[in-house]
């Protein structure tokens, strides 16, 4: 079945550490987004990414870092500059080819199960 | 990015209706999205409006005023396993959703 996988479901970080967080999807999907959200909030992005080999800051970007050298893969990196990393991490890809169509703006969102992250 | 308003909580009996608001600011809005979320899960996409109106998907139905910047969830004939937190959530320009804090619903008996 196609979905978006994140791993691992729990990470545990010791100070000073950077973790790498996974996101895999098969959906074909162009574009890929990391959220954060804490406790009784909202979903804050972090990065975004709406083709291969490029992606942007989102609002809450300092301390963590990206790649997208796949299409199906966006790990997320949470740096030790990141000092309040312990959140529930979420990771979502979007259809519409942007090089076929541009962006079908009623495509909505699909989202892993999530990894939460907390610090030892 | 849009600055999204809705509700934090909401109380509701089982079998009634209830109606979930979220405004918006109406600048550089394309549409407007629902999701559900229940507690540790991922959200899961319940709706999606572009223009003014009401959709409706059985028990769930959302409506959108572009003028008023407005849009509410309507959840009918309510269900405990409805209890769960709702998320809008606006797309302006590019490829980006910005998301309101997200309604907490609660199902009693």
């Known amino acids: 079945d196609g979905g978006i996988t994140q791993s691992p479901k729990y990470l545990f970080r010791k100070e000073g550490q950077n973790v790498t967080l996974s996101c895999e999807q098969n959906l074909n999907h162009d574009a890929m987004y990391w959220y954060r959200q804490d406790p009784g909030q909202g979903l804050r992005l972090i990065y975004y990414s709406q083709i291969v080999n490029d992606f942007q800051k989102g609002d809450i970007a300092e301390g963590y870092s990206v790649s997208r050298e796949k299409k199906e893969s966006f790990p997320l990196t949470v740096t030790s500059a990141q000092k309040n990393p312990t959140a529930f991490y979420l990771c979502?890809?979007?259809?519409?080819?942007?090089?076929?169509?541009?962006?079908?703006?009623?495509?909505?969102?699909?989202f892993g199960d999530g990894t939460r992250l907390s610090i030892l | 990015g849009q600055n999204i308003d809705q509700p934090t909580e909401m109380t509701a009996t089982e079998g009634a209706i209830v109606q979930i608001n979220c405004t918006y600011q109406t600048s550089g809005f394309n549409g407007l999205f629902w999701y559900q979320q229940h507690a540790g899960e991922a959200p899961t996409f319940l709706s999606y409006n572009v223009l003014d109106g009401l959709e409706e998907k059985g028990r769930f139905s959302s409506f959108l005023s572009r003028s008023k910047g407005y849009s509410y969830l309507l959840l009918k004939e309510l269900q405990m396993k409805d209890s769960a937190s709702y998320l809008c959530?606006?797309?302006?320009?590019?490829?980006?959703?910005?998301f309101g804090t997200g309604t907490q619903l609660k199902v009693e008996l």
């Open positions: 959530a606006g797309t302006g320009g590019g490829n980006k959703l910005t």
């Open positions: 979502a890809s979007r259809g519409a080819g942007f090089r076929d169509r541009g962006w079908n703006a009623n495509q909505p969102q699909h």
